[in-house]
């Protein structure tokens, strides 16, 4: 434990803000190289610099050193996570050499894990074995984080003193915690090259068992190959995000395929698995090179299907965006660049083109098929598809815009399929069954 004095700086709050349309820019926020930051309560906000990590009691408007690096700690935080004002979690590079590189830290030696119990004050090791990243606390015991090297979900059950494998598949690049119970995790890609097809599990045990959500008898060469971030805001519904976005409302039995994704190309976002079940998202475009070098900021208010921007003076590599966990459009946001910090105000965005988030109603009967078949939607579609099991093209239908068809399969032999109902605006699968099987023991 690294016992240090509680060393406060109060900055008056004189010429506090600097407006720029909806963005306030936190000038009484010392300066400071920023690298990451947590808002674990209403007015409580916590940032993490090269110098010191900084805490607000009053929603940034003034500012307070709780502790500062030193050589006796020569280290940085570059993650950060409190579960409430005195508890929190910080991942750190222990030989203190953060070089700010391409949009990212380049970290010289393994990180370390550390915990404060005392809302900052003071930090101790309690992990120095692992390469943890996105580390989450349920509670004050319960922990879950991807070790990076291995792609493996850990969770720890005493406070993060000891960790143990709960998902060892590897690639595992993010993860959704719905409630104690429900969990998600996303096999996918770090990057938009060479990426591995998706998988979504799902654990209903807080991580002791999984299943395999997604694909789940799905065509595997029709789905995104890229995809780096997923939420779930209950169980069963949720987004997986990359240059597609998909989403499910019965955890992928069937599903809608978008090609507006929120994190489409060029620009590479961090959503900060901020999609809530009112829609509404913040995300930074972090590493921004076809925008002219510079990083930029958006809003959604339908589960990033249509998105504005909101622009600060423009700067370079927009570091870490957080809000509140229970965010609505009255909602505070925070935003850190390398050398500022912005508060954005939820209800001053800017208007939003909305359309609903649920799937489109779209019915298939009968089932099991026969020798054909009818499809119905609330939506025109143009073309119906259909695979077998084993993700070849057996079938492909023209439809010219309607909203009923109805498909013959008398080519098709009795098993699973996948149909694929495309129309102008998206894609939704489901699965079919052809004839009745029969299972002889």
């Not at 240059?243 to 395929?257: A, K």
Request: include cysteine; glycine fraction near 6%; proline fraction near 4%.
């Amino acid at each position: 434990m690294f016992n240090k004095m509680f060393l406060f700086l109060i900055v008056l709050a004189t010429n506090a803000m600097m407006t720029y349309g909806q963005i306030e820019v936190l000038t009484t926020l010392p300066s400071d190289y920023y690298i990451s930051l947590s808002h674990p309560e209403n007015n409580i906000v916590y940032i993490a610099g090269c110098n010191n990590v900084y805490k607000s009691f009053d929603s940034g408007d003034t500012w307070q050193i709780c502790y500062t690096f030193d050589s006796c700690f020569a280290t940085r935080f570059f993650g950060l996570f409190f579960l409430n004002e005195q508890t929190g979690i910080a991942t750190a590079s222990p030989n203190g050499k953060n070089l700010w590189r391409y949009g990212v830290w380049d970290l010289t030696g393994k990180p370390n894990l550390y915990r404060t119990d005392d809302g900052g004050v003071s930090w101790q090791c309690i992990d120095s074995l692992h390469n943890f990243v996105n580390v989450r606390m349920v509670s004050t015991d319960t922990l879950f984080a991807i070790e990076s090297n291995e792609g493996n979900l850990y969770k720890s059950v005493d406070g993060g003193h000891s960790w143990f494998v709960i998902l060892n598949e590897g690639h595992i690049c993010d993860y959704s915690i719905v409630n104690n119970r429900f969990l998600y995790a996303l096999h996918g890609s770090l990057g938009y090259f060479d990426a591995p097809s998706p998988i979504v599990y799902k654990s209903s045990d807080s991580g002791m068992t999984w299943i395999t959500i997604f694909p789940n008898r799905t065509c595997s060469d029709q789905n995104p190959k890229c995809v780096d971030q997923l939420y779930f805001y209950e169980e069963g519904k949720g987004f997986v995000y990359g240059h597609h976005q998909m989403y499910t409302e019965n955890d992928f039995t069937s599903y809608v395929l978008s090609e507006t994704g929120f994190t489409s190309a060029p620009d590479e976002w961090d959503i900060q698995s901020r999609c809530l079940h009112n829609g509404l998202q913040m995300a930074s475009s972090w590493i921004s090179r076809e925008v002219n070098g510079y990083g930029r900021v958006s809003v959604s208010r339908d589960y990033g299907r249509h998105h504005a921007f909101v622009s600060p003076p423009n700067h370079l590599y927009f570091t870490n965006i957080c809000d509140l966990a229970t965010c609505d459009e009255d909602s505070v946001f925070y935003l850190i660049t390398m050398d500022e910090a912005y508060r954005y105000r939820g209800s001053s965005f800017p208007s939003v083109e909305v359309v609903e988030h649920s799937m489109p109603k779209t019915k298939i009967f009968p089932q099991p098929i026969a020798d054909k078949f009818y499809v119905t939607s609330d939506i025109p579609f143009y073309k119906i598809e259909i695979y077998n099991d084993e993700g070849k093209l057996v079938l492909i239908q023209d439809c010219n815009n309607q909203e009923n068809v109805e498909i013959s399969t008398t080519m098709l032999k009795s098993g699973f399929y996948v149909i694929k109902i495309i129309s102008d605006t998206q894609i939704i699968y489901n699965k079919i069954i052809r004839g009745l099987l029969i299972i002889s023991s």
